[in-house]
C-alpha cells in the first residue's frame, strides 16, 4: 500500500494578480498540513518532468499549445480572459502540473503505488480543447485519461469531478469519448453554467448531478450515492482519476455548498470501495479549487488520510 504525493516546485512560479483566489499559498497551506506526523508514510516526490507535447496535444489542439506559448509573459501578467492570467512561470507550472498528473498514472498503473495526490498549480478541468478559462490552461486529468489509454493501453478511465463548478472543459473533451465516463456533482447556478443533469454527452458519458447553494454534505452524499456511484461501478473503469476541488467545503468564498472536510473523507472512501473491486484500487486524485487556506487545507489532509487507508 503505497500513496504518492507529487508536488512540482514550479507550482509556485505562477503568478497571480494581487487578490487573486487561485494563488501559490495554496499549496503552502497543503504542504504545511501534510507535514503532519500521521502522513509521515507518504511517498513525496518532487522532481517531475514536464508534460511532452504529444501528451498535452492528445487533449488540446496544437494550436491551444501556440497560442499559450504566444502569450506567455516574460515579466508582469496578461490576461487570457476576466479570471485567467499567465505569469512569467504560468506555462513552466502548467507543463508540470500535467506531467505530475502523467507521472502519478505512471505509477499507479505501473503498480508502484496504488494511488497518487497531485498537489500542484494551476487547476485543469475548466480547460476545454482549444480554450484557457476558469483559472485553467491544460486539463491535467483529460491529459492523464488520454495517456492512461494510448501509454498504458487502459480501456475504460472514469474522471469523478466534485469540485464545487462544473468541469466545462473535462465534459468538452470527452463529450463524443465513449471511452471515458466523466461525473461532477457542483453548485447550480454558478460559475461556468455549463452541467445541467440533462447534458450527458453523445454516449451517455456524462454524468451532472447538480447541488443548490445552502445544500451541505446529505445533498452532496445523496448526488453521489444515487446518481454517479453507480454510474462509475456499472462503467467497471481501469482507473480512476478524481478532479479534486475542495471548494464546495463550507469556509470557501467562492461557492455555496456547505460541506465539511468529513464529507471529503466520506467520498473518498466509497470510491475507493469502487476503485478495490473495479481496478486494483488505483486512484490519481488531482487538485483542482479550493479557496480558504484552512478548510483546502484540512479537507486534503482527510482527504489524503483516506487514501493513505489511514
Ligand atoms: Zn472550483
Redesign the pocket.
Known amino acids: 500500500m503505497t500513496t504518492l504525493l507529487i508536488s512540482p516546485p514550479s507550482s509556485m512560479a505562477h503568478a497571480t494578480p494581487p487578490g487573486h483566489p487561485e494563488r501559490p499559498e495554496r499549496l503552502r497551506a497543503i504542504e504545511q498540513a501534510l507535514e503532519q506526523e500521521k502522513f509521515a508514510d507518504l511517498v513525496r516526490i518532487r522532481d517531475v518532468p514536464a508534460a511532452d507535447r504529444d501528451a498535452i496535444c492528445r487533449a488540446h489542439p496544437p494550436r491551444h499549445v501556440d497560442a499559450l506559448v504566444a502569450a506567455a509573459p516574460r515579466e508582469g501578467v496578461v490576461s487570457i480572459d476576466a479570471d485567467t492570467t499567465m505569469s512569467a512561470g504560468t506555462l513552466e507550472a502548467a507543463v508540470h502540473a500535467a506531467g505530475a498528473a502523467i507521472l502519478a498514472v505512471d505509477e499507479v498503473v505501473g503498480g508502484s503505488a496504488t494511488n497518487a495526490f497531485c498537489a500542484a498549480r494551476p487547476?485543469g478541468?475548466?480547460a476545454e480543447k482549444a480554450t484557457a478559462m476558469?483559472?485553467c490552461f491544460f486539463n491535467n486529468a483529460a491529459i492523464a485519461a488520454r495517456h492512461a489509454q494510448k501509454r498504458h493501453g487502459l480501456q475504460r478511465i472514469a474522471i469523478l469531478d466534485w469540485?464545487?463548478?462544473h468541469g466545462n472543459g473535462t465534459q468538452d473533451i470527452f463529450w463524443d469519448d465513449a471511452s471515458v465516463l466523466y461525473c461532477s456533482t457542483?453548485e447550480m447556478p454558478l460559475?461556468p453554467g455549463t452541467g445541467a443533469a440533462s447534458e450527458r454527452g453523445a454516449h451517455d458519458n456524462i454524468v451532472n448531478a447538480v447541488l443548490h447553494a445552502g445544500e451541505g454534505g446529505e445533498s452532496f452524499r445523496e448526488a453521489l450515492e444515487v446518481a454517479i456511484f453507480p454510474r462509475i461501478s456499472a462503467f467497471r473503469p481501469d482507473l480512476i482519476i478524481i478532479s479534486a476541488?475542495f471548494?464546495?467545503h463550507w469556509r470557501d468564498p467562492?461557492?455555496n455548498i456547505n460541506l465539511t472536510e468529513e464529507d471529503f473523507a466520506w467520498a473518498t472512501r466509497e470510491l475507493m470501495d469502487i476503485a478495490d473491486r473495479q481496478c486494483g484500487g488505483r486512484i490519481v486524485s488531482l487538485l483542482?479549487?479550493?479557496?480558504d487556506l484552512q478548510g483546502l487545507a484540512a479537507s486534503v489532509a482527510a482527504h489524503v488520510q483516506c487514501l493513505m487507508r489511514g
Open positions: 487547476p478541468h475548466h476558469g483559472f469540485d464545487v463548478h457542483h460559475y476541488g471548494d464546495a467562492l461557492a483542482e479549487g479550493g479557496y
